[in-house]
C-alpha cells in the first residue's frame, strides 16, 4: 500500500473547498423538489425526517423508489445504490424472491404475537452458519445489543462492561458511549473516558460502559486486569470484528484471537455485534470471515431483507438464562411474520454460496479499482474492504482506531466525494464515518461507475 505521504501529492485546498462549493451548490440544484418535501416534512417531522441520521443541511435527500441496485428520488434522479439502508440491502432493492414472500404471507397475517414456522426455519438456518445455538428476534439492531448485554450481565451478575471506543452499537444508553466525541476528551489510551454520546443518557449508566482501544488486546487485557482489581470484572466486551463507523477499519493479523483467548481467561462474554457484518461479508458473517467464534452475536441490518428484524445467537450455556426465565428476553413484534418471511426468503434463495461469491468478485473489482486511482494520482489515501463492504479511507496513513481516525481522516475530501458522488448517479452513505454496500443485484457496470466517479474527482483534485 503506497501511504507514506512523500509518495502523495499535497492537496492544493483552495481547490478542494472551491470544489466542495461547486459540488454542493450543483446538488442543491437538481434536488429541488427533496427541498420542498423538506419544507414541507419538518412541520410535522422533527427536522423533516424519521431518524436524526437521515438528516442533512441544507436538507434531506427524499427518495422514492428502488429497484435492484438502482434507487430514485423525489426529484427523479436516477442513482447506482451504494448506501443500501445503511447496508441493509445485500439483496438489492425490491428482490423478486423477498417480494414474492412478502406478497404471500401478507395475505396470510402479518402480526399474531405468536411464532411462526418460518422464525423456527430462520433460527435453524443462522444456528448452521454461525453453529451457535440457540436464537431469539428482536427488530433492530438496538435491541439486539441491548438484549445482548442484558443477557451477559445476568449470566455472570455483574454490570460494568467493555467496548471499543469509537464503535456504534445503536441508540441505547449503555452504548451510547464514547463515539463521536471530540478528539481532545477520549482520555489517555490506557484509561479512555467513558463520554456520553449526546444528551440524556444518564452518568451512572454512561460510567458502567469502559471503553478500550480497537487493535489493542494489550490495551484490552490492561483495562479489565484494572477493573478487577477495583472489583468490577465486566460482564461482557461487545465490539464489531471489523470496525464499520470509522469507513472500515480491519482487524490486525491475530487481534480477534487474542480477544478470544483474554474474554475466555477473564471469564467475560465475547459478543460480536455483527449487524453491519452479519450476511454482509460472509454467510457466517465475521465469526466465519476471522475464523474467531464469539459467545453471542447480534444481527439486524441484512437480516430481514428490509424489514424491521434482528437476531441474537449464543451457546446453549448463554441463553441459559432466557430459558430458565431469569431474563425476559420479549418483544411484541420480535419474530414478526413478514419480517420472518423475508428473511426466509433472503437466507434461502438469495444470499446463497454464489451470492457471496458473486458480492466477493464484485469488491475485489471495486477496491482494486478505487486502490489503482489512489496510485495513479498519487492521493493520499487507500481503499479496503470486505464482503459487500468497502470505502475508500482519504488518511496519509493508515487507520486502524479511533485515535488514527480522528488524527488522520481528511474530512474535506470526504465531504468532496460524498457531494461529487451524488452529482453524478452515485448514491452513497453521507457522513464521514461510513462505508459502501454491494448488493448481489450490483454488477461490473454498476461498480464500474462508482470507479469512474472516483477517478474523475482525483483528475480533478491533483489536476
Ligand atoms: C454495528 C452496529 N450495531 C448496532 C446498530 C444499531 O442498529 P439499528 O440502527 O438497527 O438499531 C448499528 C447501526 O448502524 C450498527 O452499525
Redesign the pocket.
Known amino acids: 500500500m503506497t501511504l507514506a505521504s512523500e509518495m502523495t501529492v499535497g492537496l492544493d485546498r483552495e481547490r478542494v473547498r472551491s470544489m466542495i462549493a461547486r459540488e454542493a451548490a450543483a446538488l442543491d440544484e437538481r434536488t429541488k423538489a427533496s427541498a420542498e418535501m423538506y419544507e414541507r416534512a419538518r412541520r410535522s417531522l422533527s427536522g423533516g425526517v424519521a431518524?436524526s441520521?437521515q438528516a442533512r443541511d441544507p436538507w434531506p435527500i427524499y427518495l422514492t423508489t428502488g429497484e435492484g441496485a438502482v434507487v430514485h428520488d423525489v426529484d427523479g434522479n436516477r442513482m447506482w445504490d451504494f448506501h443500501n439502508g445503511?447496508?441493509?440491502m445485500v439483496q438489492g432493492h425490491a428482490h423478486p424472491a423477498i417480494v414474492r414472500a412478502v406478497r404471500e404471507r401478507v395475505a396470510l397475517g402479518t402480526h399474531f404475537a405468536a411464532t411462526t414456522e418460518d422464525g423456527v426455519i430462520v433460527a435453524e438456518e443462522l444456528q448452521r452458519r454461525w453453529g451457535l445455538a440457540r436464537w431469539r428476534f428482536v427488530?433492530?439492531?438496538?435491541?439486539?445489543?441491548m438484549d445482548a448485554i442484558r443477557i451477559a450481565r445476568a449470566l455472570t451478575g455483574r454490570e460494568t462492561i467493555v467496548k471499543i471506543f469509537g464503535?456504534?452499537?445503536?441508540?441505547h444508553d449503555g452504548?451510547m458511549v464514547s463515539i463521536g466525541v471530540p478528539y481532545e476528551d477520549i482520555g489517555d489510551r490506557e484509561n479512555y473516558a467513558s463520554l456520553p454520546y449526546g444528551a440524556g443518557i444518564p452518568r451512572a449508566v454512561s460510567d458502567l460502559t469502559i471503553p478500550v482501544p480497537f487493535n489493542d488486546a494489550g490495551a484490552m487485557e490492561r483495562r479489565i486486569q484494572r477493573l478487577e482489581r477495583e472489583g468490577r470484572r465486566p460482564a461482557c466486551v461487545i465490539m464489531?470484528a471489523a470496525m464499520?463507523?470509522l469507513g472500515i477499519v480491519l482487524p490486525e493479523p491475530g487481534y480477534l484471537q487474542e480477544v478470544r483467548e483474554i474474554t475466555r481467561r477473564h471469564g467475560i462474554v465475547l459478543i460480536f455485534?455483527?449487524?453491519?457484518?452479519g450476511l454482509a461479508i460472509a454467510a457466517g458473517g465475521a465469526s466465519e470471515r476471522f475464523g474467531v467464534m464469539p459467545d453471542m452475536v447480534?444481527l439486524?441490518?441484512t437480516l430481514g431483507g428490509g424489514l424491521?428484524s434482528?437476531a441474537i445467537g449464543a451457546s446453549e450455556e448463554v441463553m441459559r438464562v432466557v430459558e430458565d426465565g431469569s431474563v425476559y428476553q420479549v418483544g411484541t413484534y420480535n419474530g414478526n411474520p413478514l419480517g420472518m418471511a423475508a428473511a426466509r426468503a433472503s437466507l434461502q434463495e438469495v444470499l446463497t454460496p454464489a451470492a457471496y461469491e458473486h458480492l466477493d468478485a464484485l469488491n475485489e473489482r471495486i477496491v482494486g479499482g478505487c486502490q489503482a486511482v489512489v496510485e495513479c494520482y498519487r492521493l493520499p489515501g487507500y481503499a479496503v474492504g470486505v464482503g459487500a463492504k468497502g470505502c475508500v479511507t482519504f488518511s496519509p496513513q493508515r487507520i486502524v482506531d479511533y485515535e488514527t481516525f480522528k488524527a488522520h481522516q481528511d474530512v474535506e475530501i470526504t465531504e468532496l466525494a460524498w457531494l461529487f458522488n451524488m452529482n453524478r448517479g452515485i448514491f452513497m452513505t453521507p457522513g464521514r464515518e461510513e462505508e459502501w454496500t454491494l448488493s448481489v443485484t450490483h454488477t461490473d457496470e454498476a461498480v464500474d461507475a462508482y470507479v469512474r466517479v472516483f477517478e474523475e474527482m482525483a483528475a480533478e483534485l491533483v489536476g
Open positions: 431518524s441520521y445503511f447496508g441493509s427488530n433492530s439492531g438496538s435491541e439486539a445489543t464503535s456504534y452499537h445503536g441508540h452504548v464489531e464499520m463507523n455485534d455483527e449487524v453491519k457484518t447480534t439486524a441490518k424491521p434482528g
